[in-house]
């Protein structure tokens, strides 16, 4: 359904005067570096990293809501990069996007019904009595019920969960086969964020869907998705399936991301290796492997190479020299 | 070490009198680690702020209860007295360094002013401690980076510093409000095995603020879980996370995926947080529980121990 080719977004870094009168080589924020992967059809990837990984970028360059440095993706054999504007319209009618924050997605002047009915509106999906009808459709099946008593109300009426419901039913409108969910439950409060991720997954097997997730939660990505990509300094260090990654992850950094995530039981209060230091700058990343900055077992090796994304069976990709 | 009886802190806002915190009973022992766990809404803020004195008065006002310092009521103390007690006694970190530290004054000298506030120290004694702070909460070549601005430090290091900040006197009593939210898990792995290192190291006692149930996991010994503005179920933390009583507990516990749990069906508690400025009657949580019956809507469940050290406000536990 969706391949990413080595796909690079470098953002300008603003340079001083005096720095650029003096012809200094302009400074890049590497924000995404080189990411290939791809999801099939009917299928979750889920991609976490820490802030700075580049995962948010990566959704918006697959929206193409910005544009690439270099790269493809691939949305059903077409490049996205390639389409024109007429052609990009209607590949967004199966692409939609779901928002990390409830109260920015939605635009406070409209009322539910112009936010839900706008895509049909857009897309020439419907019109007049049929488009009334399917936009109380969609939020009944978000769990807006009955959808009669909330859709003429305006998103400041509505609770987190609520709002979140309602960018859930806008972006299902035009019927999207290909959903990315840009941390769709990090802004909401615990007793929420179950209800939301069982609704996504109901809503995947009612609709079909293939989800692109996006989240810093490694516990919410284990039970949503069938693949995870772990990211780190605007590269995949590791890709696997999900059972086959909390089975045997092999990179070292996946290893401190699962160990970091504290669990609801103080028996399993263990004394762990921690990862020391902080993720290095994206604008001069560490040369050769990444992550080598903060890895205990690292080589001259990895200083000077930079290690590849390779296959080391069932599927299980990594990016280590310990590795291959 | 802090006794806490029937806090009541009410907001009176145009829209109505908000109950934020209703009557809490609360106790911290001498090196203990108490975990206050609540979502948006359930008071474990204002809590953590009416001990602090530091409720912004109009529109807030602590109209009942007792906050009781080693015997000594914070509540009946003059702003002067609570200056003293404050920083010294009493040390509160946030949640949002950014916030909470001032842009425009280095960091090093933000931790040496607290220090010069309550020790009779000099200026240049200060700043010597303020390094060791500075080392103590592990910043790398503090001495250099104490003369760094706020916007110049990471938010993990940020974070650092108003822990720094918070010990430099060692306190008895460490209020952390939801120290790591603003940070990623590694970070965030980072700053719990500090806190857990200098509270052996200093011995004081904390009351963790956050909505993370695996946190307290990590860290707490005893725990108490606060909806909308009430104290539903306290214990120690093996009994709240592995056998708890009251139902929100167990639903928050059911609904939260965990990493060793896989893909099994996560359970919901339905509806939403309620509107505080009209909660429900009698158990505040009725309208979303399960198990809620006709007791549960007309009155409002008291804290009852149900064995040794473990209270529950539920009807349906009786």
Known sequence: ?324 | MLRIRGLKTYFFTSSGVVNAVDGVDLDIGKGETVGLVGESGSGKTVTALSIMRLIPQPPGRIVHGEVLLEGDDLLKKTEHEMRKIRGDRVAMSFQDPMTYLNPVIRVGDQIAEAIMLHQQASRSEAVKKAVDAMEMVQIPSAADRAREYPHQLSGGMRQRILIAIAICCNPDLLIADEPTTALDVITQDQILELMRDLKNRIGSSLLLITHDLGIVGELADHVAVMYAGNLLEYGDVNTILRRPRHPYTSGLLESTPRIDWGKRRLKMIPGTIPDMVHPPAGCRFHPRCAQAKASCVSEQPKLIEIEAGHMVACHTTK
């Open chain 1, 1 to 324: 359904m969706l391949q990413v080719r080595d796909l690079v977004k470098h953002f300008p870094v603003e340079t001083s005067f005096l720095s650029r009168v003096r012809g200094g080589e302009k400074d890049v924020v590497h924000a995404v570096d080189g990411v290939s992967f791809s999801i099939r059809r009917g299928e979750t990837l889920g991609l976490v990293g820490e802030t700075g990984s580049g995962k948010t970028t990566i959704a918006r360059l697959i929206m193409r809501l910005i544009d690439r440095t270099s790269g493809e993706v691939v949305f059903e054999g077409k490049d996205v990069f390639s389409l024109d504007k007429k052609e990009l319209h209607s590949t967004r009618r199966d692409m939609q996007i779901i928002f990390q924050d409830p109260f920015a997605s939605l635009n406070p002047r409209m009322t539910v019904r112009e936010i839900v009915e706008l895509p049909l509106q857009v897309h020439g999906i419907a019109e007049g009595d049929e488009k009334r009808k399917i936009a109380l459709d969609l939020l009944e099946k978000v769990g807006l019920s009955p959808a009669q008593r909330f859709i003429d109300r305006y998103p400041h009426e509505f609770s987190g969960g609520q709002r979140q419901r309602i960018g859930i039913a806008r972006a299902l409108a035009s019927k999207p086969k290909f959903v990315v969910a840009d941390e769709p439950v990090s802004a909401l409060d615990m007793s929420i964020r179950s209800q939301i991720l069982n609704l996504m997954q109901d809503l995947r097997t009612e609709f079909g869907l293939t989800y692109l997730l996006i989240a810093h939660d490694l516990s919410v990505v284990r039970y949503m998705s069938d693949w995870i990509g772990v990211l780190y300094l605007g590269k995949i260090v590791e890709l696997a399936r999900c059972e086959d990654f909390f089975l045997s992850p092999q990179h070292t950094y996946s290893k401190a991301l699962i160990a970091a995530i504290p669990v609801p039981d103080p028996t399993l209060r263990v004394q762990k290796t921690r990862l020391k230091g902080e993720m290095p700058s994206p604008i001069h990343p560490p040369k050769g492997c990444r992550f080598h900055t903060r890895c205990p077992f690292f080589t001259p090796e990895c200083r000077d190479n930079e290690p590849q994304l390779v296959d080391i069976g069932r599927d299980h990709m990594v990016a280590c020299h310990r590795n291959s």
